[in-house]
């Protein structure tokens, strides 16, 4: 029986993964482990019958035995941006050492050459798979539509929307369209280690999104362009720490320099279904849109 391990799984991808593993993808239950850092919160998955595991990539020696029978193992990059290459390089090493048979990783587009200031920590992960000499599989996920919620709502609040994206474009994608490609490359992997970039089916600019926000919402939204150090000072002013809003405003650099409009069509082929629009997304995001 093979057994496929989530890490994270108490995060908003990891149980997405989770649920269409068992629902589109036919997994049973009992070939499903859960894993995270506080098993407590995995009472849920644990009453579908799901194992759940306490998997904390900060501490090394626990990990071989957490990983220990595990035919497909999927890391999902943790959100502690600035130190988590060295946590994540460890359950790369105990995946080795626990004979895993297939590690699958979640990075993002272009992490060799992108403005984005984690874009190297992603590299650095995927390197060290490709040197573990286990087969892989990495999905480079691009921007999720849910975060269009960090900027979207205020935005449309004041009709002003602050940006140094200038024309550049996003892929978006939502949060399920990945999940559910995921799940299918974890349920059916190919023979040979292999790289997805999971996308929407269209790049957009923030002044073409803010003109669909305005549609479905009935605000006007006007886009204002502003350099990269005042968005950083504006982030501050908003309550990001200052130690992590030079990487968040790095988005916007790297969209302009053209890393996140890629569009290929691997999420909808692993996904087996169109993805959502995002004007689709949009609409039924409303309620939330409008605060």
Same mark, same amino acid.
Request: hydrophobic share 50%.
């Given at each position: ?15 997405l ?20 850092r ?5 009472t ?9 595991r306490r998997v904390?990539?900060?501490?090394? =020696? !626990?990990l071989p035995?957490?990983? #220990?029978? %595990?035919? *497909?193992?999927? /890391?999902?990059?943790?959100? +502690?941006? $600035? ?18 048979g ?21 590299q ?35 009709g002003?929307?602050?940006? =140094? !994206?200038?024309?550049g474009?996003? #892929?978006? %994608?939502? *949060?399920?369209? /990945?999940?559910?490609?995921? +799940?299918? $490359? ?10 997805y970039?999971l ?19 009935g ?38 320099a ?8 691997? =999420? ?24």
């Amino acid at each position: 029986m093979t057994k496929i391990l989530i890490t994270g799984a108490s995060g908003h991808l990891g149980k997405l993964v989770i649920e269409h593993l068992l629902q589109s993808q036919h997994v049973a239950a009992s070939e499903i482990v859960a894993g995270s850092r506080k098993p407590e919160a995995l009472t849920e998955l644990a009453a579908k019958g799901i194992e759940t595991r306490r998997v904390d990539f900060t501490d090394p =020696a !626990s990990l071989p035995a957490a990983f #220990a029978g %595990i035919d *497909r193992l999927l /890391i999902i990059s943790t959100d +502690a941006i $600035g130190s988590r290459v060295e946590p994540q390089k460890a359950a790369i090493a105990a995946a080795v050492s626990a004979k895993v048979g297939r590690i699958f990783y979640t990075s993002m587009p272009k992490p060799d050459t992108s403005k984005i200031l984690f874009a190297p920590e992603h590299q650095a992960t995927e390197q060290a798979i490709k040197d573990s000499g286990l087969a892989y599989t990495i999905f480079r996920n691009n921007w999720y539509m849910e975060n269009l919620f960090m900027a979207l709502p205020s935005a449309l609040a004041s009709g002003q929307w602050y940006q =140094a !994206s200038g024309a550049g474009k996003t #892929a978006y %994608i939502a *949060r399920a369209d /990945i999940a559910r490609a995921m +799940a299918a $490359g974890l349920a059916k992997p190919v023979a040979d280690s292999v790289i997805y970039t999971l996308n929407g089916e269209h790049a957009y600019s923030n002044p073409e999104i803010a003109a669909l926000a305005a549609k479905v919402t009935g605000k006007p939204l006007t886009v204002v362009d502003i350099t990269d150090e005042q968005l950083v000072q504006g982030m501050i002013s908003a309550g990001v720490p200052a130690a992590v809003a030079p990487a968040f405003a790095s988005v916007d650099a790297a969209v302009r320099a053209g890393d996140l409009d890629i569009v290929s069509d691997d =999420a909808r082929k692993l996904a087996g279904q169109p993805l959502m629009t995002l004007e689709a997304f949009l609409d039924a995001s409303k309620a939330v849109l409008l605060g």
